[in-house]
């Protein structure tokens, strides 16, 4: 008699899900938090809605919470009249709970009065909080879709419509407060856009080895003995003699190198050894998603 399998039931997928608006709540805060104490009170428009509430702000005293939800509101509209509906659920909380937040917070006191230091954490605690935000899979709205919506009907890069408005907004605010003014605007932007990288990648930076040399299965063999990862033969000619001469890719830990580096010479002092950085890897031995 055939034994019945019994059906396991699957996990959950809800919490996956759950997870993302965890972080899209969480990273908003970071940046409503930063635009009061840091960014506002400096008069650091460094793009975006932000750094046109902080000049409107700075203009007519207009409250940056509303006016980040009278720009954030129409544009998430257009956004889904011209880009249609996969900005989806997690962005449109993205766009609300921000100003929200920002309403939330807008009583507490500065925590400083220097302007390059408003620059600077303040770009560090927007970038913390945009990155937590993209890692929950959305985004805060705003000028980023502007930018895709001109991006989508102008032909030009995603990059460049980014730059072009916060550009804009970053000459408004030199214009409207003063030159220091627009020039830490633009550190704050530079800042942010580190710390978003670092909280997207982390601190853990690995290097991707590429050696090519004439005793290949022993430094490949070496290389799984005493440094204990895996190798990757790529097929490859020369380009002066035109014969097949494979090379060997490994990716390794930071800590690493200097050990693979080690072995490599010991066999083969004349093995010609390329290393880049790799930003984010993920797999057998490194980090999974």
């Given at each position: 008699?055939k034994?019945?399998n019994r059906?396991?039931?699957k996990?959950?997928?809800?919490?996956?899900?759950?997870?993302?608006?965890v972080?899209?709540?969480?990273?908003a805060?970071?940046?409503?938090?930063a635009?009061?104490?840091?960014?506002?009170?400096?008069?650091?428009?460094?793009?975006?809605?932000s750094?046109?509430?902080?000049?409107l702000?700075?203009?007519?005293d207009?409250?940056?919470?509303?006016?980040?939800?009278?720009?954030?509101i129409?544009?998430?509209?257009?956004?889904?009249?011209?880009?249609?509906l996969?900005?989806g659920?997690?962005t449109?909380?993205?766009?609300?709970?921000?100003?929200?937040?920002?309403?939330?917070?807008?009583?507490?006191?500065?925590?400083?009065?220097?302007?390059?230091?408003g620059a600077l954490?303040?770009g560090i605690?927007?970038?913390?909080?945009?990155g937590?935000?993209?890692r929950?899979?959305?985004?805060t709205g705003?000028t980023d879709?502007?930018a895709?919506?001109?991006?989508k009907?102008?032909?030009?890069g995603?990059g460049?419509?980014?730059a072009?408005i916060?550009?804009m907004?970053?000459?408004?605010?030199a214009?409207?407060?003063?030159?220091?003014a627009?020039?830490?605007?633009l550190?704050?932007?530079y800042v942010t856009?580190?710390t978003?990288?670092l909280v997207q990648?982390?601190?853990n930076r690995?290097?991707?080895v590429?050696?090519i040399?004439?005793r290949?299965e022993?430094?490949?063999?070496?290389i799984?003995?005493e440094?204990?990862?895996?190798?990757?033969?790529?097929?490859?000619?020369?380009?002066?003699t035109?014969?097949?001469r494979?090379?060997?890719?490994?990716?390794?830990d930071q800590?690493?190198?200097?050990r693979l580096?080690?072995?490599?010479?010991?066999?083969?002092?004349?093995a010609f050894?390329?290393v880049?950085?790799?930003?984010?890897?993920?797999?057998?031995?490194?980090?999974r998603?």
């Open positions: 008699m034994k019945r059906r396991v039931p996990a959950s997928g809800k919490w996956p899900v759950v997870l993302d608006f972080y899209i709540l969480i990273g805060f970071f940046v409503a938090v635009f009061n104490v840091f960014l506002l009170p400096n008069n650091v428009a460094s793009g975006g809605v750094g046109i509430s902080t000049i702000n700075g203009l007519f207009w409250r940056p919470a509303y006016v980040q939800y009278a720009f954030n129409p544009l998430f509209i257009a956004g889904l009249i011209f880009l249609g996969q900005f659920l997690k449109a909380v993205g766009t609300v709970v921000l100003p929200f937040y920002v309403l939330l917070t807008e009583s507490w006191e500065p925590w400083t009065e220097d302007p390059l230091l954490f303040g605690g927007v970038g913390i909080g945009l937590i935000v993209f929950g899979k959305a985004s705003g879709l502007a895709q919506i001109i991006h009907y102008s032909g030009f995603l460049t419509c980014v072009f916060d550009g907004i970053v000459l408004a605010a214009l409207v407060f003063d030159i220091e627009g020039l830490y605007a550190i704050g932007l856009s580190k978003i990288d990648v982390g601190l690995s290097k991707m590429h050696i040399t004439n290949q022993e430094i490949s063999q070496a799984f003995d440094v204990d990862r895996g190798v990757t033969k790529l097929s490859a000619y020369g380009g002066y035109d014969h097949e494979p090379i060997l890719m490994c990716v390794i800590t690493e190198f200097t580096k080690n072995v490599v010479k010991k066999i083969d002092p004349k050894v390329i880049n950085d790799a930003s984010e890897v993920l797999g057998e031995g490194f980090k998603e």
